[in-house]
């Protein structure tokens, strides 16, 4: 992967608001005050790419934009404050067993899953 200043100006805005999520438009505002001449479309093309490489997972919302933000590696899932948009990992699964019933009772190979567990944090109740 080439490491371009648009690449490393994104890079530096996720890294810095690790415990965040961010729209594209978020981290094109950010994104301007390291590399002032990066476009929006720029911004885009670097987070699909990211996330393609696994750097960036995209947290889809219930309205409107798609978010992103850095990930761990690893299986692990989201909790979400609509409030205020932070973002806390959860490394504990529970959906294993789940998992197995269905793809018994359905005859489905499961190969992934994804939760994002939305509602309001402590500062935001
Ligand atoms: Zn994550
Ligand atoms: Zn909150
Ligand atoms: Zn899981």
Redesign the pocket.
Known sequence: MRATRPRMAVMAILQRERGRQLSAQDLHREARSIEPSIGLATVYRNLSTLESEGVV?V?SQEAGEAAY?L??QGH???LVCTGCGA?I?IEECDLEALSRRMSRRHGFRIEQHDVTLRGRCPRCR
């Open positions: 997972e947290i933000r990930c761990s692990h899932h989201h973002v990992e």
